[in-house]
T-cell receptor
C-alpha cells in the first residue's frame, strides 16, 4: 500500500535558522513526488515536482531533494513569511492523477 | 478570475439540510477533484472526474453526491450529513494525461455540521 509519512509534525525555528523537513514514502512505482505549501484558511499551493532519485529543485529559500525512499525540503535562512504547513504527496506510476498525501509539517518561524 | 475558485467559503448546516458546494477552474484543465481535509489528517481524495467522467469514487458515503456538468465546473451535493463530516472541502484541477502535472487547489469550503 502506498504511504507517505512526514516528520516532524511541527517545527519551530528562529528567523535565519536553517533546517530540513522529511517526507518518507512507500510506493510500488514512483511517478512523481510533490511538495505543497498551505497557509491557514487557504488551499495547498504547488511548490515542486521531483521525478527521480538524485533530483533537486530550488525556489528562493527552499530546496527539495529526492532519494529512493525519502524527500527533504531544506529551508535556508527562513523568514517569518515562510511559516506554513508543508505537504508532501506521491503519485504512483499506475495512476496519472491520484495523489497520496502525508499529514504535513507545521512550520513556525519566529522573528 | 484565475486559478480555482470555490464557493461558499464557509457553510454551516444542520444534519437534515441539503446544500451544494461549487468549484470552478479557469486553467483549461480536463480533470477535477474533491478532497476532504480534517484536522491533523492527510488530505483524503473523494472523487475524480476526467473529461467529465467520474473515474474514482474513494468509498465515499452516498450522502455526498458529485456532479461535473463540464470540464470547468464541479459540484458536491450534500444531504443528511453527520457531525464527522465537518471539515475543509478542497477542489483541485489538473491536466490529466500529461505525466507529473501538478494539481492546483482552490481555497476550500469550511463546512460545519450542527
Amino acid at each position: 500500500e502506498d504511504q507517505v509519512t512526514q516528520s516532524p509534525e511541527a517545527l519551530r525555528l528562529q528567523e535565519g535558522e536553517s533546517s530540513s523537513l522529511n517526507c518518507s514514502y512507500t510506493v510500488s512505482g514512483l511517478r512523481g513526488l510533490f511538495w505543497y505549501r498551505q497557509d491557514p484558511g487557504k488551499g495547498p499551493e504547488f511548490l515542486f515536482t521531483l521525478y527521480s532519485a538524485g533530483e533537486e529543485k530550488e525556489k528562493e529559500r527552499l530546496k527539495a531533494t529526492l532519494t529512493k525512499k525519502e524527500s527533504f525540503l531544506h529551508i535556508t535562512a527562513p523568514k517569518p513569511e515562510d511559516s506554513a504547513t508543508y505537504l508532501c504527496a506521491v503519485q504512483n506510476m499506475d495512476s496519472s492523477y491520484k495523489l497520496i498525501f502525508g499529514s504535513g509539517t507545521r512550520l513556525l518561524v519566529r522573528p | 478570475e484565475t486559478g480555482v475558485t470555490q464557493t461558499p467559503r464557509h457553510l454551516v448546516m444542520g444534519m437534515t439540510n441539503k446544500k451544494s458546494l461549487k468549484c470552478e477552474q479557469h486553467l483549461g484543465h480536463n480533470a477535477m477533484y474533491w478532497y476532504k481535509q480534517s484536522a491533523k489528517k492527510p488530505l483524503e481524495l473523494m472523487f475524480v472526474y476526467n473529461f467529465k467522467e467520474q473515474t474514482e469514487n474513494n468509498s465515499v458515503p452516498s450522502r455526498f453526491s458529485p456532479e461535473c456538468p463540464n470540464s470547468s465546473h464541479l459540484f458536491l451535493h450534500l444531504h443528511t450529513l453527520q457531525p464527522e463530516d465537518s471539515a475543509l472541502y478542497l477542489c483541485a484541477s489538473s491536466q490529466a494525461g500529461q505525466s507529473n502535472q501538478p494539481q492546483h487547489f482552490g481555497d476550500g469550503t469550511r463546512l460545519s455540521i450542527l
